[in-house]
């Protein structure tokens, strides 16, 4: 019993940290699945011996101390009870419809409105007291300031950040953080929201909590939400929840993980019922409501492999070691690499040298992860020179995180633009198809590839190329092609491909829009008989574009006054024909005026594709109030905003979207 309860203990001290640092942007202590391992046994062992012990995390919700104001939740947000059995759904759902959605891996963060205007976000905290962090709403796309509601209206969402958004932070600010999930939960204790707004968080609302309306079925409740401009949770309902209807649910939930048309870090799926009044009739367990609803995780299939070694990578702006080993079968595919992130990941886990025996899985059926090692061998070294330009090597911890990594001292080493020439490449950079972020490391570590220039010289190594493992005479031949097709590209492509801090294919349109590509080019540096000799300040040199401003100008004007860069790009512009858009107007109705946009639109997309619209009228799009605006379209005519109030000093009209429609589309 005594063993028990020390052991006991010692999981309950292990998850609070582990989830302490989930929870609050620090360093990874464990992968979801160990964490789940352990829980499970610390609830074994409780079970076992009848004993809870103090600050056991099966019965507290887990707790996010983003730093702030802390207020009381209205409603307690408890968390669910979980399991991996898809069996476990049929018999929970007791032949009553239900609801499956995604179990969104981000921050959860509750918003109410009141008489239709936002009042509050505060963060999910303990699940009893969060933090208002209402200040930072303009850096969080989701939650419009205003809804058509004009009741009291409490919603729960999920604060997250995509993918791709991820990769695009981690290339262009050069920090380093583990995942999308632990750059939106360290996010959110910055006092100013333009400190985030390159991060792109986004909040999908998983749940309606309260409306004045009476809504009896979740579905309802939800779609209730979509009729007020909210974009929520994927999700699918199930009439007869019988084993067969499940288990085909789960398929094709989880086909979206496996194929990555899902855009958003997940960890599971969370079921509901559509009855919302049977869900309030269930007991609370612990920090469990039994029926608010059910997490299903995935069953992770692990394998055990041996080491043959570790190869570090090139990676955004550090060198990141990666378990090269046996292959092995998981989830229907080969596996034979893991990233193993970092410095502090391998001491963890107590990597070795060649030889040692790894336990490894597809963390959410998607990416490989070296879970532990059960035998270890040799030792773990970490190199003291670059592996790509040979260059002494530093290791750096976070101040923050206490995260160990490994950077390269040379600025100009190709193997800290990995991620940049993955964008040069890209779809919507250069679209050259076929060489993907793996190739592009191959390459430059060959020492083929230095800078932009060179991937359009790659035809000289055709032949060994062709030879290389995973490529082939075909293959080979199919890039040079792709190459080939890509040396006429648009100019909004070749800037945005050029990975300029803070000028993404909005910005490059915008900038194209008031000046040709080579006028830009020269704008920026002022070229003349004396290089650089009248320049203006960076950060006034396109600040007058609409939509630009002082910061993304000053960005744009350094990149190419540095000389480096410069150097590059000319390099660069003899191997391709670069077409300027077309900035035509389409017709006329918006002639001669300029508008400005605020608040949420409800029949355009969004407010780029009714500026879009606007612009193709010859009419100009402008982002403050001022005597020359010709029209304000704001939804919410009778507001009190800052804008609407300078458009009536101004005496300039306020138009709703259907006023602009019906005088200027119809």
């Keep these: 019993m005594e063993e028990k309860i020390r052991r006991m203990e010692v999981l309950i001290r292990t998850l609070n940290e582990a989830s302490d640092a989930y929870y609050n942007g620090k360093a990874e202590r464990m992968t979801d699945y160990e964490w789940d391992k352990l829980f499970d046994e610390l609830r074994q062992l409780e079970t076992e011996t009848g004993t809870t012990l103090p600050d056991s995390p099966t019965q507290q919700v887990s707790e996010d101390n983003t730093a702030g104001q802390k207020e009381a939740h209205e409603f307690a947000a408890l968390s669910l009870a979980k399991t991996k059995a898809p069996d476990d759904l049929v018999k929970w759902a007791e032949e009553r419809p239900i609801w499956i959605s995604w179990k969104l891996d981000g921050l959860t963060l509750v918003v109410t409105y009141d008489g239709g205007k936002l009042q509050k976000i505060v963060t999910r905290g303990n699940g009893h007291i969060g933090t208002n962090i209402t200040h930072l709403s303009p850096a969080i796309a989701g939650i419009p300031n205003t809804i058509k509601a004009q009741g009291h209206t409490v919603i729960r969402g999920e604060a997250v950040i995509s993918y791709d958004d991820f990769e695009h932070y981690l290339m262009e600010s050069g920090e380093d953080y583990a995942n999308p999930r632990n750059l939106a939960s360290g996010s959110l204790s910055v006092k100013e929201p333009q400190d985030i707004m390159d991060r792109h968080i986004q909040w999908i609302p998983f749940t309606l909590v309260y409306t004045d309306e009476t809504l009896d079925s979740w579905g309802d409740r939800m779609a209730w939400l979509d009729t007020q401009g909210f974009r929520t949770v994927e999700r699918e309902l199930i009439t007869a929840p019988t084993p067969t209807a499940v288990e085909a649910c789960l398929a094709r939930f989880t086909e979206k993980v ?3 048309q899902n855009p958003f870090p997940v960890d599971g799926l969370v079921v509901c019922y559509d009855d919302t009044a049977y869900a309030q009739t269930g007991s609370v367990t612990g920090h469990h409501a039994t029926r608010a609803g059910l997490a299903f995780k995935w069953q992770d299939e692990s394998a055990d492999t041996v080491l043959k070694e570790i190869e570090w990578s090139c990676a955004a702006s550090t060198i990141s070691p990666v ?16 990233s193993l992130c970092n410095i502090s990941e391998c001491e963890r886990l107590d990597i070795g040298g060649s030889g040692t025996r790894l336990s490894v899985i597809k963390a959410n059926k998607i990416i490989p992860k070296v879970i532990a090692v059960t ?3 040799g030792t773990f070294t970490v190199p003291d020179t670059c592996p790509v330009c040979h260059a002494p090597t530093q290791v750096v911890e976070s101040e923050a995180s206490g995260t160990r990594t490994l950077h390269c001292t040379n600025d100009d080493c190709p193997a800290k633009q990995l ?9 919507e950079g250069m679209n050259i198809d076929g060489i993907s972020e793996q190739t592009l490391a191959k390459f430059i570590n060959l020492g083929w590839v230095s800078e932009y220039a060179d991937i359009y010289e790659l035809r000289s190594h055709i032949r060994e190329l062709a030879q290389m493992e995973g490529f082939g005479e075909k293959s080979a031949s199919n890039i040079m092609r792709s190459i080939d097709n890509s040396r006429q590209v648009e100019a909004q492509r070749l800037l945005y491909a050029l990975t300029i801090p803070l000028c993404g294919i909005d ?7 008031a000046y040709p590509l080579e006028a830009l080019v020269d704008e920026a540096i002022k070229t003349g008989d004396d290089l650089f000799a009248t320049q203006a300040e960076p950060q006034d040199v396109f600040a007058h574009v609409a939509g630009i401003g002082p910061e993304k100008s000053a960005s744009f004007v350094r990149w190419f ?3 480096h860069n410069l150097a590059r790009f000319r390099r660069l512009l003899p191997y391709l024909v670069v077409t300027n858009p077309e900035t035509t107007p389409q017709g006329d109705r918006c002639q001669g005026l300029t508008f400005v946009i605020t608040g949420d639109v409800h029949h355009y997309k969004n407010r780029n594709e009714l500026k879009a619209y606007i612009e193709s009228q010859g009419g100009k799009v402008a982002s403050a109030v001022s005597g020359s605006t010709s029209f304000l379209i704001n939804n919410d005519v009778t507001s009190t905003s800052g804008k609407n109030k300078k458009a009536q000093q101004l005496g300039i009209a306020i138009i709703s979207e259907d006023d602009f429609i019906s005088r200027f589309t119809e």
């Excluded at 991620?419 to 779809?427: I, L, M, N, P």
Aim: with cysteine; hydrophobic share 40%.
């Design 258 to 260: 496996t194929s990555r």
């Design 323 to 338: 378990a090269v080993f046996e292959p092995v079968e998981l989830e229907g595919t080969t596996v034979k690499r893991a």
């Design 375 to 377: 035998d270890h061998v």
């Design 419 to 427: 991620k940049k020439f993955a964008r040069f490449v890209s779809k």
């Design 507 to 513: 910005v490059c349109k915008r900038l194209l829009s």
């Design 561 to 563: 006054r540095n000389a």
